[in-house]
């Protein structure tokens, strides 16, 4: 086992997402689909974590447990409420974030898009529309006109894989369509011209950031015979947005379980008598060191694991899990690759989009009445990492 310290300067934060926290975003389309008879969602996002109000709270939290950044989403649809008319107040709202992690020494690494699009943009077509990048991109240029100066890093896009994947030929997310495999690849196009555009209105505007995407990955397994069925699914889900990194910053790793194939394509469900987690998937935590290694190879830019955790009641197996992840951070970067920080999934228990409010990815829990935030031990265990620099010992 290599050195459990962490190279100088290496950026330790956590991450959210505006639709998962913030509460009433009635106006985009997620909020249309959750209330959508069929959809499959079990909960509104309601209040969310009523972050909306409460973000100075979460902000105190990332300063309380001594990490140095934190990642959050903006919301199109509250800057944007109707095509081309914008809101001030909405963009002052982000600024006064970022502000606030500036002033406690807090990195603010902002994703312009975590996968909610406004309701108008839906209304005609979504991602399908030949014009949605276009739109993005507007949208990106205004965002970073009033933003830019506080910006710490740039997201584009937060998993635009997920988009085509569960909107597209899963069905679990907007706008529920199932099997629609040619729709997916055209979505697919639409979101690398999106993410290529918004680099370029995000350098173009105030401030000097890192920009970059983050991408769901997964350690892909082929038993004899699913060398095919592997590096097709490869080619689609992460290949094809790999490729639409170059000249990037950095790659945005985000990564959970691995996916098995076999002579007939995707094995379904974990191995027989594997440990899962609340999302049902394998427990697999060195299955981030395969995806870290993966991106770094492929292009050929620095590697910033933007979301790794797991969705669990025990705390004391969220430890073990991103303890065992961290290894294998740490055996990346023994061999020369070059990651650059860790991000936690997530600072709060939040709406998990299609399963609500069940799984518990936290490193604070939240009362959904009350909104109290209480931090659980792992978090205090991450702060205790972060400020070291150094992989302390789990338990």
């Known amino acids: 086992m290599p050195s459990t310290d962490f190279p100088d300067g ?4 956590s991450a959210t997402a505006a639709h998962q926290i913030e509460g009433g975003n009635v106006n985009n389309d997620w909020w249309e689909f959750e209330h959508t008879p069929g959809s499959g969602c079990v909960d509104s996002s309601g209040d969310g974590c009523d972050s909306l109000h409460r973000w100075p709270e979460d902000v105190g939290l990332v300063a309380q447990f001594g990490l140095g950044a934190y990642r959050f989403s903006l919301e199109w649809s509250r800057i944007e409420p109707a095509e081309g008319e914008w809101s001030t107040a909405a963009l002052d709202y982000y600024r006064r974030i970022c502000g606030a992690c500036l002033g406690r020494g807090i990195e603010p690494v902002v994703t312009f898009n975590h996968f909610t699009i406004p309701r108008w943009l839906s209304a005609r077509g979504g991602w399908e529309a030949p014009d949605a990048p276009d739109r993005f991109a507007r949208f990106v240029e205004r ?16 998993e635009p894989n997920v988009i085509g994947v569960m909107g597209y030929t899963m069905g679990a997310f907007p706008p529920g369509v199932k099997d629609a495999f040619d729709r997916h690849l055209a979505v ?11 680099v370029e209105a995000l350098r173009a505007g105030p401030g000097t950031f890192g ?14 015979g699913g060398e095919g069925a592997r590096d097709a699914a490869q080619e689609v889900l992460e290949d094809t947005f790999l490729r639409a990194t170059e000249g990037d910053d950095f790659i945005g790793v985000q990564c959970y379980t691995r996916l098995r194939f076999g002579k007939g394509g995707q094995m379904l469900g974990p191995p027989k008598g594997a440990t899962t987690t609340q999302m ?6 060195e ?35 991103m303890h065992s992840a961290l290894e294998g951070v740490l055996r990346c970067l023994a061999d020369g690759v070059d990651v650059r920080g860790y991000f936690a999934w997530s600072l709060l228990d939040n709406f998990e989009w299609t399963l609500g409010y069940g799984p518990k990815f936290g490193l604070v829990a939240v009362d959904r009445q ?8 792992s978090a205090f265990w991450f702060g205790q990492v972060a400020s070291s620099n150094s992989l302390v010992p789990a338990g």
């Open 10 to 13: 290496f950026l330790w934060g």
């Open 143 to 158: 965002s970073v006109g009033h933003l830019g100066d506080v910006i710490g890093r740039a997201c584009t896009l937060n």
């Open 188 to 198: 697919n196009e639409a979101m690398v011209r999106a993410h290529r555009l918004a």
């Open 211 to 224: 920009v970059g995407l983050t991408l769901s990955m997964a350690e892909f397994e082929a038993e004899e």
């Open 280 to 285: 049902g998937y394998e427990y697999r935590p």
């Open 287 to 321: 299955a981030l060191e395969y995806t870290v290694r993966r991106a770094a190879a492929v292009t050929g830019v620095p590697v910033l694991v933007t979301e790794n955790g797991i969705g669990t009641e025990d705390d004391t197996e969220r430890i073990a899990f």
């Open 370 to 377: 009350t909104f109290e935030r209480r931090p659980k031990p």
